[in-house]
Structures are given as structure tokens and as C-alpha cells.
């Protein structure tokens, strides 16, 4: 009995080893032709990615809808720009706000150049992109220039609403939803049948020894 049991613990481990070498085998065999075909790999990942990014933005990350700057002392003023998404409103503080700075910046395409002007509030440390619009004379832009008067001569605080377009996150989120279910479905059934694999094999050693 115990003879029986050595050579099946010695046929179990050559099984064990052969299945690791054919991994690595494979393993190697993938690098090899991810190596060769790395133009397609970098733009399916990068479709990937962006399509999660921007999933996971509109739910959880959203869009600026205010900005708030306190006189905090005589000589200091703080802003907290205020976000909201699908799931959940957040806030972020910025500290030692010296004004608001507008850029703007022009891409080509076929069907002309567009310009899309980012407006930011400027602190010692870094700029917080507050929103971007593609107007130059969009009221919020005028709105929020507002701020550098008040951080000039500041008073007790003042707040600068924001448009929130629920439409434009919904349809993004809508649009986006099948791709998720088509990136995530095959994940997690090939996760849950590894699982069950794994298993099973646990429950049929057990059953040896």
C-alpha cells in the first residue's frame, strides 16, 4: 500500500512538473508573439483602458459643479472645488490659491482645428484643472475669472456654481456598459472556472490521502 502510494505521490509530481514546463513553454511562446504583434497589443490595451478610465470617472469621479474660496487669514486664501458623479459627491481642497489661469490649446483633425480652453486655479504647489470648455466666451469661464478680484480683496468666501450635465454622464454611462459586460464576463467566468478546477483537484487529493 504504501509502495502504491509512493509511486502515485511520484507520478502526481511528474504530472506536476511536465504541466509547469508546458506553462512555461507557453508562457515564453506568448511573449514571443506579443513581441511580434506589440502595435496591436498597445492599441487594444490602450482602447481598454481608456474605455475603464472613463467608466470608472463618470461613476465615481465626475464633473466640477462649484468652487468655493474662504478667506482663511489676512494674507491666505483657500478654494475647495466640489464634484459630483453618477454614485457619489466629493470635494478637494486647495491650499494658497494665488488666482485663476486660463489656457487654451488648438488639436488638428480632418475636419478642421479645435480649440478647448482649460481653466485652472493656481496655487504654490501646482494648478487644479477646475473644467475644460471648447467657448472661449462661455459665461462660466467669466464667472470664474470673478475669483481673481476676490483673492485680491477677499472677503468672508465666495462660491461659483457650475453647470452639471447629468445627460451627457448618462449617455456616457450607457454607452459604456456593454463594453464593460464584454470585458468582465469572460474574466470572471474563467476566474470562477479556475476556481472550480483548482478545487476539485484539492478534493480528489484529499480523497488519495
Request: net charge positive; hydrophobic share 40%.
Amino acid at each position: 500500500m504504501k509502495n502504491s502510494l509512493k509511486l502515485s505521490l511520484k507520478s502526481r509530481i511528474q504530472k506536476t512538473l511536465r504541466t509547469v514546463f508546458k506553462l512555461i513553454a507557453y508562457g515564453v511562446s506568448g511573449v514571443l508573439y506579443v513581441l511580434g504583434h506589440l502595435h496591436g497589443v498597445f492599441i487594444i490595451l490602450a482602447c481598454v483602458s481608456s474605455l475603464l478610465w472613463n467608466f470608472y470617472s463618470v461613476l465615481w469621479i465626475g464633473e466640477s459643479i462649484a468652487v468655493t474660496c474662504r478667506n482663511t487669514d489676512s494674507i491666505r486664501v483657500d478654494c475647495t472645488i466640489k464634484y459630483r458623479a453618477l454614485l457619489r459627491e466629493s470635494e478637494q481642497q486647495i491650499k494658497n490659491v494665488q488666482g485663476i489661469k486660463v489656457d487654451s490649446y488648438t488639436s488638428s483633425s480632418e475636419s478642421g482645428n479645435t480649440t478647448t480652453y482649460e481653466v485652472s486655479l493656481q496655487s504654490l504647489g501646482s494648478d487644479r484643472l477646475i473644467k475644460k470648455y471648447s467657448n472661449q466666451s462661455d459665461p462660466e469661464i467669466k464667472a470664474l475669472q470673478r475669483l481673481n478680484s476676490f483673492i485680491e480683496n477677499p472677503e468672508t468666501h465666495m462660491t461659483i456654481p457650475l453647470r452639471y450635465h447629468l445627460w451627457k454622464s448618462l449617455v456616457i454611462f450607457l454607452f459604456l456598459l456593454p463594453f464593460m459586460f464584454a470585458i468582465f464576463v469572460p474574466v470572471f467566468a474563467g476566474l470562477l472556472s479556475l476556481f472550480q478546477s483548482f478545487n476539485s483537484a484539492l478534493k480528489k487529493s484529499e480523497r488519495i490521502y
